[in-house]
């Protein structure tokens, strides 16, 4: 389906210097700022079409924001930036277990949604990021082990392309796009709205196990061999990060089962002596104190590798060389990931390398407006990553925040469909005016 007209005259541009185009370029990441020639906060599908439609017939750079947190490389000083903000519809079908969200809606706001009719987004650790953007990059979320990625679940999406075509993207319509944006991210237009599945869940045993690496460094080891023996109904994760200068764990569950089978499959971990345990039942809308992140926007550069397995002692490495003290605070991240994250989705898409059993981040949190800071965040990253390089499978596209340096870049897709994910962007945006995050190259 394409709709033709637009009321292009109603369309209202903000431009620098004005409040509310700081209001539309703000976002969480810190670090840098889209500086469009003009920014469009959409209402519609309507204001999308004709953003694009003008950018396009000027030959501008095109960029999309929803919540901010994964902007990479900024417009600086021209382009049109759509911001979708104010495109936050939720609908929820309780009947049929699916919502149609729009593309500024943040998952907070799915979940609540949901959560009124005792239902569950696929949504991740931080429940602030726009669940459209997230899922355009795959989406790990925090019930991931048992359901899959969330892009495996979206069943239809409204997509502006790079000429102002507005259609409709499903299985049976438009099946290549279907394919690409599900795992391809931003490269083949604005999506207006995606239609996903929700799950039956209304509650989790979820929460935190806090281990000081000093007093039980033997935390590692044992969380990583536990992976191996846990079912698909628990999704785990192990940060390291540094707190008033001790080097802790934070082991971070969400079990999808009772709590009595909750205590027994963590009795290992809680043998060691946690010296916080937040570990219970929560209700999914509590789901944001899986990982407790940091809710105030800040500058953070964050990198990562897929593994099909981890090496112990590499492991204790790395963590030792991102511990307090360095110049540079790095946050190292685990997730485990496998069971239904490794099957093949029903409808075949663009998510890469299913293979993986661990998703191994970096993340460097910086002073928001030090280049030299940024800088050795990256080069500490790339020297923590680097040890990994050889036996990586590749890495998420999700994961990779706020490094422009790798914007362009082969490792988030196996060859086949990079191939197929290359031809379908010059199909759909020859003049190359779409601004993602990541670049398919
Ligand atoms: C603290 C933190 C925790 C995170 N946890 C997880 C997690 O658990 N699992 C996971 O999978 N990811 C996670 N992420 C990554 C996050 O899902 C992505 O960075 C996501 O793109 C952020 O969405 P946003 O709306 O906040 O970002 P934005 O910066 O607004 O958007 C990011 C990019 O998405 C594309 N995009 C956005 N909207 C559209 C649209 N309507 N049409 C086409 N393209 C669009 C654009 O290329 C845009 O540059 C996390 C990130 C952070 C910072």
């Not at 920014?39 to 030959?59: I, N, Q």
């Not at 940024?374 to 390089?389: F, K, N, P, T, V």
């Not at 020859?430 to 995050?437: C, E, K, T, V």
């Amino acid at each position: 389906m394409s709709a033709d007209t637009t009321d292009a005259a109603s369309l209202v541009a903000h431009h620098p210097g004005s409040a509310e185009y700081d209001e539309h370029r703000a976002g969480f990441q810190l670090r840098e700022r889209h500086r469009p020639a003009r920014v469009v906060a959409a209402r519609d599908a309507d204001d999308v079409v004709a953003a694009v439609r003008h950018a396009a017939e000027a030959g501008m750079p095109i960029a999309v924001q929803a919540a901010g947190h994964g902007l990479a490389a900024p417009l600086a000083g021209e382009g049109v930036l759509v911001s979708t903000r104010r495109m936050d519809d939720i609908d929820v079908d309780p009947g049929a277990g699916t919502v149609r969200i729009g593309a500024g809606a943040r998952w907070s706001d799915v979940i609540e949604a949901a959560a009124r009719h005792d239902l569950a987004p696929l949504s991740g650790s931080m429940p602030g990021v726009g669940a459209v953007s997230y899922t355009l990059g795959g989406g790990i979320g925090l019930m991931a082990r048992r359901y899959g990625f969330a892009a495996d679940h979206v069943t239809r999406l409204e997509l502006v392309t790079a000429d102002g075509s507005l259609l409709t993207v499903s299985e049976h319509e438009e099946p290549d796009l279907f394919w690409a944006l599900r795992g391809g991210g931003g490269s083949f237009g604005i999506v207006t709205a995606l239609e996903t599945a929700l799950m039956p869940v209304a509650r989790l045993i979820g929460g935190g196990l806090m281990f000081d690496l000093g007093e039980t460094p033997e935390v590692v080891s044992t969380w990583l061999r536990w992976t191996a023996t846990v079912p698909p109904e628990m999704t785990s994760a192990m940060t390291t990060l540094g707190v008033s200068g001790r080097h802790m764990a934070h082991v971070q569950i969400a079990y999808l089962g009772s709590a009595a089978e909750a205590d027994e499959l963590a009795a290992p971990l809680r043998a060691l002596k946690p010296a916080y345990d937040g570990l219970r039942e929560i209700p999914y809308r509590r789901s944001h104190t899986v990982f407790s992140e940091p809710d105030q926007p800040h500058a953070y550069v964050a990198d990562n590798v897929l593994l099909p397995a981890i090496d112990e002692e590499r492991l204790y490495d790395t963590i030792a060389a991102s511990a307090p003290g360095r110049p540079v605070s790095s946050i190292i991240s685990v997730r485990h990931l496998g069971g239904a994250l490794s099957a093949p989705p029903r409808v075949p898409s663009a998510v890469s390398h299913r293979e993986a059993k661990y998703l191994l981040c970096v993340v460097g949190v910086v002073a928001p407006t030090a280049r030299s800071n940024a800088a050795s965040a990256r080069a500490l990253q790339d020297e923590l990553l680097a040890g990994w390089s050889g036996t990586a499978v590749g890495s998420s596209p999700n994961f990779t925040l706020g490094r422009p340096d790798r914007r362009a870049t082969a490792e988030l897709f196996d060859a086949e469909r990079r191939d197929r994910l290359l031809r379908l962007a010059r199909e759909y945006d020859p003049a190359g005016l779409l601004h993602p995050s990541f670049v398919i190259a």
